[in-house]
């Protein structure tokens, strides 16, 4: 059994149809491995952290009050918090599958708050990854959904939720 805390730096930036994402964040970080056997092993990821900036789509945004219409954005920027975790399984040293989750939450101070009221966004991500070792190489699948919620508190202005799933598949060259 090991454990490492650690401080982190992250920059997160997503775009698909239902997140456009993007923020720079601090936190804390727990790894951690677990020997199961001689040749399995549970390692885990936890992560804390608060965003100083983050922006991210929001169909209110046109409303935010600019004196030159060229410089608008079509996305709400402000201060945030998330937390992400990822449980993965070893088989010799290779991973072989994951289970993963992500969740924002961001207060907007500016952008579509200047004329919705209190607004902020949650966002989710998280997914499942399998990998099939062939020797030196292997065939790996991944699959994620990502949701949006935003929230605006003015009559008149809905509350927004847009989710969007992927599927990728990829090829691993493993170097040991």
Known sequence: MHHVFGITQNYDFINNNAVEFGGQSFGGALFSEWRLSETWDLR????IHGYLLGAV??????LAVVPDRER???YDMGLGAGAWGRVAFTHRGREIGAVRYRFVYLNTLNGSAEVAGDTYHILHWGGVQAILPLGRWGIGADATAYVRSSFFELIGFDTVRQDVGEVRLFGVFQTF
């Open 57 to 62: 789509n929001s169909e209110y945004a046109f």
């Open 44 to 47: 885990t990821h936890i992560n």
């Open 72 to 74: 608008l954005r079509e």
